[in-house]
């Protein structure tokens, strides 16, 4: 079978296995070139450690600090009828390169949410790490069965109390659009908190504590995003934000509840907004993603999600005390929210046109990153080599 990316509505439904291992193979070059980690965690689990920040977390943890990790994910295999999903391919070749480094790593593909998954991570941590120093929770999922009383809930990303108006974008067929979205009802709010705030965040820590898993002066940290005013409507102020808020306000109850007596601390790290899965299909934060990388890349701070994460482990999760602004928060996001930066990105909001979209944004940048998301577009990977159903299976 010949691999070729298949794009619909702006969703990749076809991944690389080859490419996917090519880009773990970058990220750890990435990570080795800048040296070992100060004071890093020996022992990391991360929930949510297939894909983006998770992956780059426990990239960082293990070949820049040479700890030992377990990490949860709940992926798809491959079958004959097509590519597993890229989470997948990049958990197969972590845990390949890892041993091949004489790192210890186990990786789960199991529902991060359910109690049996818990259980065990759990004894795999107790016969295997010992204690954990570091808790990385970087989980991403549209749907969340509550293990206490069996019920579904599902995510939306919408805006709230009204409806969001704004000007969007198609990187893919270079169109720039008016987009609408409706607003949530009541009932879509509450479920997007718990699916995606940090009900089950907690929920990790307090089950791990209770079985006497942290070691003292253990931290945790989950992944947070803010950005700019224009894209509040839809992000900060809507669904996603509320659970969002739900997430940065847990940091209180695991710091005051089981991370007292331990001498732990919980954070929640702001991040830069990169290209996800969903960020094509987000109205006005692909918009935003494109000329935020013109703008970064011209003024030679744009990082990637590797450079990204090692940044956060190397300034922020290795000192003695972690900087934090006013609200307790680690800013990573701190040179994407510079004002020359916001500044110029204001300044070419209005312009943009379908005709100088190329110029003004970097829709190569945009499309680059979401492909190599899937293991496409990486150099050196051969895409006209017939893949086996054995690679599609079980990854390479």
């Given at each position: 079978?010949?691999v070729?990316p298949k794009?619909?509505n ?9 490419g ?8 750890i070059?990435?990570v080795q ?7 890093a965690p020996k ?15 426990r990239?960082?943890?293990a ?10 994910a709940?992926?798809r295999?491959g ?9 997948f391919y990049?958990t ?5 390169l890892?041993?091949k480094?004489?790192?210890?790593s186990?990786?789960?593909n199991?529902?991060?949410?359910s109690?049996e998954t ?12 010992g204690k954990i ?10 749907v969340?069965?509550?293990p206490?009383d069996?019920v ?5 990303l919408?805006?709230?109390g ?41 929920l990790w820590?307090e089950t791990?504590a209770?079985?006497?898993?942290l070691a003292s002066?253990?931290r945790t940290?989950?992944?947070s ?5 224009v ?8 669904t996603?934000?509320?659970?969002k808020e ?7 109850a ?7 007596a331990l001498?732990g601390k919980?954070f929640?790290s702001?991040?830069?907004?990169l290209?996800?899965?969903?960020s ?5 934060v ?7 990388y013109?703008?970064?890349k011209?003024?030679?701070i744009?990082e ?6 090692d940044r956060l482990?190397r ?5 003695s005390t972690?900087?934090t602004?006013?609200?307790g928060l680690i800013?990573i ?6 004002a020359?930066?916001q500044g110029e990105?204001?300044a ?7 005709e100088?979209l190329?110029?003004?944004a970097d829709i190569a ?5 979401f492909?190599?998301l899937?293991?496409?577009?990486l150099?050196g990977v ?7 159903l ?7």
């Amino acid at each position: 079978m010949i691999v070729k990316p298949k794009i619909i509505n702006n969703i990749c439904l076809t991944s690389h296995p080859v490419g996917c291992a090519a880009d773990v193979e970058r990220q750890i070059a990435y990570v080795q070139s800048k040296g070992p980690l100060s004071q890093a965690p020996k022992n990391v689990l991360v929930i949510g450690s297939s894909t983006g920040y998770g992956l780059a977390s426990r990239i960082v943890a293990a070949f820049g600090g040479g700890a030992k990790t377990i990490g949860v994910a709940f992926e798809r295999a491959g079958s004959e009828k097509g590519p597993g999903t890229a989470g997948f391919y990049n958990t197969i070749a972590f845990d390949r390169l890892a041993a091949k480094a004489g790192l210890f790593s186990k990786s789960f593909n199991a529902d991060a949410f359910s109690t049996e998954t818990k259980t065990a991570v759990l004894d795999a941590v107790r016969t295997h790490l010992g204690k954990i120093d570091l808790l990385v929770y970087s989980l991403a999922s549209p749907v969340r069965t509550d293990p206490k009383d069996g019920v579904q809930y599902r995510s939306v990303l919408k805006p709230i109390g009204h409806d969001y108006v704004a000007k969007s974008i198609d990187p893919f067929k270079g169109e720039v659009k008016i987009a609408t979205v409706s607003p949530a009802t009541p009932e879509e709010v509450a479920a997007t908190v718990k699916v995606m705030g940090g009900e089950d965040w907690q929920l990790w820590i307090e089950t791990l504590a209770q079985a006497g898993l942290l070691a003292s002066g253990f931290r945790t940290v989950a992944y947070s995003y803010i950005g700019p005013e224009v894209t509040y409507p839809f992000y900060r102020s809507g669904t996603i934000g509320k659970a969002k808020e739900h997430l940065e306000g847990t940091v209180k109850a695991l710091n005051q509840g089981p991370l007292a007596a331990l001498g732990g601390k919980a954070f929640v790290s702001v991040n830069k907004a990169l290209v996800t899965r969903a960020s094509a299909v987000i109205p006005a934060v692909s918009l935003y993603i494109s000329l935020l990388y013109k703008v970064m890349k011209a003024k030679g701070i744009h990082e990637g999600c590797i450079e990204q994460i090692d940044r956060l482990f190397r300034d922020r999760l290795s000192a003695s005390t972690v900087p934090t602004d006013s609200q307790g928060l680690i800013r990573i996001d701190d040179w994407e929210m510079r004002a020359d930066v916001q500044g110029e990105i204001a300044a070419l909001w209005d312009k943009v046109t379908a005709e100088n979209l190329t110029q003004i944004a970097d829709i190569a940048g945009f499309e680059k990153d979401f492909l190599q998301l899937n293991g496409f577009a990486l150099p050196g990977v051969d895409y006209e080599a017939d893949l086996s159903l054995q690679l599609l299976e079980a990854g390479v």
